[in-house]
C-alpha cells in the first residue's frame, strides 16, 4: 500500500502561481497529477518517472512543471500563470510501475486539494 497526501491548494488570481506538494508513505516508480473540476471528467496533468522523464497534458505545456524528490518521496507541481479553467480539486496518484500515461487507472491517489483560480 502507498499513502498520498497532498498540498498546497488555494485561492489566487489568474496569472498567479500555486506549488501544490504531494508526500508519499514510500517510493514509487511513477508519480502523477489528475484534476477534476465540477462536472467533467478527472483529467490527467503530469506525470514524471523514475528516470525523471516527464509528460504533460497540452493545456498546462509551459505553465506547470512536475517534479520530484526521491529521497523524501515527494511529488511537485508549480503551476505558473494560472488560469481560471485550471479551477479544479487536484489529485496526486502513484505506480509502482514505470509508466508516462495519463490514463486513470493508477492504483493509489491521494484524497486531493483544491485551486480555485479567479479572473
Known amino acids: 500500500q502507498v499513502q498520498l497526501v497532498e498540498s498546497g491548494g488555494g485561492s489566487v488570481r489568474a496569472g498567479g502561481t500555486l506549488t501544490l506538494s504531494c508526500a508519499a508513505s514510500r517510493y514509487t516508480h511513477t508519480m502523477a497529477w489528475f484534476r477534476q473540476a465540477p462536472g467533467k471528467e478527472r483529467e490527467g496533468v503530469a506525470v514524471?518517472?523514475?528516470?525523471?522523464?516527464?509528460r504533460y497534458t497540452d493545456s498546462v505545456k509551459g505553465r506547470f512543471t512536475i517534479s520530484r524528490d526521491t529521497a523524501t518521496n515527494t511529488l511537485y507541481l508549480v503551476m505558473d500563470n494560472l488560469k481560471p479553467e485550471d479551477t479544479a480539486m487536484y489529485y496526486c496518484?502513484?505506480?509502482?510501475?514505470?509508466?508516462?500515461?495519463?490514463?486513470?487507472?493508477?492504483?493509489?491517489w491521494g484524497q486531493g486539494t483544491q485551486v480555485t483560480v479567479s479572473s
Open positions: 514524471i518517472d523514475s528516470a525523471g522523464a516527464t
Open positions: 496518484a502513484a505506480d509502482v510501475l514505470s509508466r508516462l500515461t495519463l490514463t486513470g487507472d493508477y492504483p493509489y
